[in-house]
């Protein structure tokens, strides 16, 4: 390629991208909001904070066994139905959020919430007993505690992954 070609090539090239922008703001509808005054709803399936509600929680350790990094410690008392936990510990250092814990959770106590702004200022922090520090109340960014994030569609087949209904 001689120099004439490139720089036609270049010249054009940037006529192009200037016709996609200018069509955009023209045309199209703005996509983007005033963050933070303005918050989009997350997709159901959005894996925001990882959270337990250990009130409904029984202890079967499914999650902490399935967890590939083991970030998960459990300890429990009590059996069927009196069943619970007296320590429940996640860390979120190790966690990559495969969401394989949500996945196997019988009593849907562990969801990916739709919180994406929590903030770590300490490491110590990273480390959380969900029965000594309970989740705070949720918000309206995250879905209520209990309740089923990922619907089945109508229609839908048992092979989606999920969590059984609550
Ligand atoms: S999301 Fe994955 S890595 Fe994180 S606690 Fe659950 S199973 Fe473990
Ligand atoms: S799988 Fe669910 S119910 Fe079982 S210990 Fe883990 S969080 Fe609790």
Redesign the pocket.
């Known amino acids: 390629m001689n120099i004439l070609s490139e720089v036609w090539s270049g010249f054009t090239t940037t006529l192009k991208g200037m016709w996609v922008t200018g069509r955009e703001y023209l045309t199209g509808k703005p996509i983007t909001v005033q963050y933070p005054y303005t918050k989009r709803e997350m997709p159901y399936r959005f894996r925001g904070m ?1 959270v337990n509600d250990v009130s409904i929680c029984n202890g079967c350790t499914k ?1 902490s066994r ?4 083991n ?2 410690e459990i300890e429990a008392e009590g059996k069927g139905k009196e069943r619970h936990v007296t320590k429940w510990v ?1 860390n979120y250092q ?9 996945e196997v959770c019988p009593d849907t106590s562990l969801l990916m919430s739709h919180d994406y702004e929590t903030v770590f200022t300490d490491r110590n922090k990273m480390i959380r007993d969900f029965v000594a520090d309970p989740i705070p109340p949720f918000t309206d960014v995250n879905p209520k505690p209990g309740t089923n994030p990922y619907p089945k569609k109508e229609n839908e087949g048992d092979s989606e992954s999920g969590r059984a209904a609550a």
């Open positions: 990882l999650c399935v967890c590939p990094v970030c998960i996640l190790k966690c990559c959020w495969c969401e394989l814990c949500v």
